[in-house]
C-alpha cells in the first residue's frame, strides 16, 4: 500500500479536475478502459514521456505515459505504484506496464494499440509469472521472437509526486532510471536461440489496431499529390 502521507502529497497536487477524475476511476478495470479510450500518442511532435497531468491536457498516450498515469491513479487510491519495464531485441520497442495486485494475485494495466501487449486480469501468483505471459506474443513483423528481459517492480514512491505527476517537462530522467533498473533474462541464452517463430496467422494479430495512425494517411494523400 502506498504510504498515506506520500497518498495525501500527491492527492494535495492534482486539480479539482483530477481530483474527480482520478475518484472516478477506483479500479484497475476502470484505470485500463479510461486508457483504452485515450488516443494513441503517435509521436507527431517528436518523442516524448508526458506527466500524467501533461498526458491529460494532450489527450493522448503511449505504453510509458498511460504506466505513469495509471500508477498515479493507483497512489490516488492507496495502492502501490509499480512499473514493470519490459525489454526487447534493439530493433524493437521495449513496452512499460503498470502492476497491481488483488486477493494476492498480480494483474497488469497496459497502454497498447495492438491486439497483443495488452490488460492482464489478476490470475498470476508472481510478478515473474505475469512478465513471461508477454513473452509468447512478443515478435518482431517477420516473426522473430523479442522479449528479452523484464524489470523487478519499479516503484515511483522512491520519487516526490511533484517530480512525476505535474511537471510540464518529459521524464526522460524517469524513464533512464526505470530502464538501469534491475532485470531479469526471460531464458538462459541456449533456449533464447531455441524460439520459435511467430506463425503466420499469429502475425495477423499484429495488424489490428485500435487507433489509426494519422502520419500513414497523410504519407499516402502527399503519394497521391
Request: hydrophobic share 40%; net charge positive; charged share 30%.
Amino acid at each position: 500500500m502506498t504510504r498515506p502521507a506520500y497518498r495525501k502529497s500527491l492527492r494535495a497536487l492534482l486539480t479539482p479536475a483530477e481530483h474527480r477524475l482520478f475518484a472516478r476511476l477506483d479500479t484497475p478495470q476502470k484505470i485500463q478502459s479510461f486508457l483504452d479510450k485515450t488516443p494513441i500518442n503517435f509521436g507527431e511532435y517528436g518523442d516524448t514521456a508526458m506527466s500524467p497531468r501533461r498526458m491529460l491536457k494532450m489527450k493522448m498516450a503511449h505504453c510509458t505515459e498511460g504506466a505513469f498515469f495509471a500508477a498515479a491513479v493507483l497512489a490516488f487510491h492507496g495502492k502501490e505504484t509499480w512499473l514493470m519495464d519490459i525489454q526487447s531485441l534493439p530493433s524493437d520497442h521495449d513496452h512499460v506496464i503498470t502492476l497491481f495486485k488483488e486477493r494476492g494475485l498480480w494483474g497488469a494495466i497496459s497502454k497498447t494499440n495492438h491486439a497483443i501487449l495488452r490488460w492482464r486480469d489478476p490470475i498470476y501468483k508472481s510478478w515473474r509469472e505475469l512478465a513471461m505471459s508477454y513473452a509468447h506474443e512478443y515478435c518482431l513483423p517477420g516473426g522473430k521472437k523479442s522479449m528479452m528481459a523484464y524489470s523487478r517492480p519499479f516503484s515511483l514512491a522512491r520519487y516526490k509526486p511533484e517530480r512525476w505527476l505535474i511537471v510540464e517537462e518529459d521524464l526522460d530522467w524517469l524513464l533512464l532510471d526505470l530502464d538501469l533498473s534491475p532485470h531479469v533474462p526471460v531464458a538462459p541464452p541456449a533456449a533464447m536461440r531455441k524460439r520459435m517463430r511467430s506463425t503466420k496467422v499469429e502475425l495477423l494479430s499484429q495488424e489490428v489496431v485500435e487507433w489509426p495512425d494519422p502520419r500513414k494517411k497523410r504519407s499516402k494523400s502527399k503519394t497521391r499529390q
